[in-house]
């Protein structure tokens, strides 16, 4: 059966209850409802998570993410960039069989001086076997970070001159090395080598390189309580490329390299 892909990217951290669709023309979208109520995307994200995190607390997480989603602390999530395919009779976004998912945080991570898009809880869940129908929504997903930081972000936040990601050292899965060359091949993402630490390894792709040095601040006490990553990148990923992120009080991040992507 063929397999159809809804993507787009939902606006969070404004509202208590919904999180709001901001579709993009480029993409298709009409699995995609255009209001979600915020527990429900959590529990959809935590969901997903359970197979490309072997993450089984699904209650937990979906509370975790529902903080994370949610109005409220100095480095919130701004968005859900979610991909998901449908096969033909598909009538909601539940009944999705295959996606990607990332979060978009914006964060200084105590290496810059102005908050920067980070990349995280990047995440491919598959429940389909067919793979030669099945599509790879985690680049759709890439795609789109890249177009709604650079056409809606941007014009919110003068500051912003890039979007980065970390991937850890020694991840569970796969290995730093072949998740830095999988995102700098794939995405475009350089390797910033004067923050590396003993955890990460923290990657840039930059859309305004002459406005970048000014936001850099070598000498900032880089902070872990925001942020901490279980595959490489900014997101937590069991799949090429997917990151979950940990933070001190609302996410935990999961850094972006996964195998699965």
Request: positive net charge; contains cysteine; hydrophobic residues 30%.
């Amino acid at each position: 059966m063929t397999v159809s892909y809804s993507s787009g990217v939902y606006i969070v951290g404004t509202s208590k209850k919904n999180a709001m669709l901001k579709a993009y023309s480029d993409f298709d979208n009409h699995m995609l409802p255009k209001k979600i109520a915020i527990i429900e995307l959590a529990a959809i994200v935590a969901g997903m998570q359970k197979k490309c995190f072997d993450d089984n607390n699904i209650e937990k997480n979906t509370e975790r993410l529902h903080d994370m989603f949610s109005p409220g602390g100095g480095e919130k999530t701004v968005a859900v960039v979610i991909s998901l395919g449908f096969l033909d009779g598909a009538t909601s976004i539940q009944d999705f069989v295959d996606g990607g998912v990332a979060t978009i945080q914006m964060s200084n991570q105590g290496i810059f001086k102005i908050q920067q898009p980070w990349i995280n809880e990047v995440c491919r869940a598959k429940n389909y076997s067919d793979e030669k129908h099945l599509l790879k929504p985690v680049e759709s997903v890439m795609h789109l970070i890249d177009k709604h930081i650079l056409t809606f972000l941007t014009s919110k936040r003068k500051g912003i001159n890039g979007v980065y990601l970390y991937v850890e050292k020694k991840p569970k899965l796969g290995n730093a090395s072949g998740l830095l060359t999988y995102y700098h091949d794939k995405y475009g993402y350089d390797e910033l080598t004067e923050f590396t630490d003993d955890e990460y390894h923290y990657m840039g792709k930059l859309y305004k390189p002459k406005s970048a040095s000014p936001t850099r601040s070598k000498s900032s006490t880089r902070s872990k309580s925001s942020t901490r990553s279980n595959s490489s990148g900014s997101t937590r990923s069991n799949s090429s490329g997917s990151t979950r992120k940990r933070s001190t009080s609302s996410t935990r991040k999961r850094s972006a390299g996964s195998s699965n992507l």
